[in-house]
């Protein structure tokens, strides 16, 4: 069951356009027959991609002596995916899909990312339009809403974490495209509210949370949506690397990561990417909350999201339960 499972991964990946595929690796991890396959998660698109990875990717190979591969994901599970067929080495990863990738993959968490240069968690957050009929958490009840992404810890998971302590029961939920899709949807009046990540505001007080993803293109957008309601914290996500890699090579590529983390070049390149500041070592006890609350849902979702039980038994459960 497990080949016919991979299988399916493999050609699912192929399709997805990353360019790799489920041929058997040959030679040491990191040589130039066999390169270090680093997964990058999306966020920003393909243009932050194109200008950053090669960034990252002469430094890890100048430092370590590694050849490095850099993969642009187009979504996240394809990157637990890509760890179960053997075809990714180390990821940057969101919390959920590390999750998965943990338990499906045995993936490891070998650094975590930092925002604003000290903090290690995030949450995630309710936007709604000012003046309009949501003020308040239960004002969600009987409302529409769209979630940012089915694999995301903020933009997902512990919404209904918050809405199930609650006892909130949105009329329809949608899942956007990623998280600047659902805070566009609920700023267009599709939705009439929308779930997705909070950052903390800067030093100077200014909001650094999704919407100003859109700022550019709707610079009325801090005054239109206003945040309803917060998460619990959430462990930020890690630096993932697989289970398969020598520990040598696993020890020095976070080394590496962290002193690139450290420079000036590093420092922007991570932001351009990520929002980040910084990386951090960090351990997989930091994550088996997460995975509590993963388990919780599981068994009632459909309580309080419509579809939900479906959603978590074809998608989520046959990744967690191999």
Known sequence: MRTKIIALFCAVTIFAGLGVSCHKRSGPAGSKTNPIRFFFMPLKGDAVFVKNAPVLKKYLEEKTGFAIEPVNSPDFVTIVKAFGNNQADIAFMNTLGYLMARDWAKAEAGLTVVYGDIYKTYRGEILAQVGGKINSLADINGKTVAFADPFSA??????LKLFQDNNIKPAKIIFAKGHKDAVEMVYNGKVDAAVTYHSRPSAEGSEQDARIELLKNHPDIFAKLKIVALTDEIPNGPVALSAKLPVQTKMKLIDTLLQFSQTVEGRKTLSDLYNITGLAPTSEAEYDQV???IKKLGKNVEEMVPG???????????????
Do not use: M, N
Request: glycine share 12%; charged share 10%.
């Open 154 to 159: 903020g933009g997902y998971l512990y919404a």
């Open 291 to 293: 995975q509590a609350v």
């Open 308 to 322: 939900g039980v479906t959603f978590y038994r074809t998608k989520i459960s046959p990744l967690l339960e191999q």
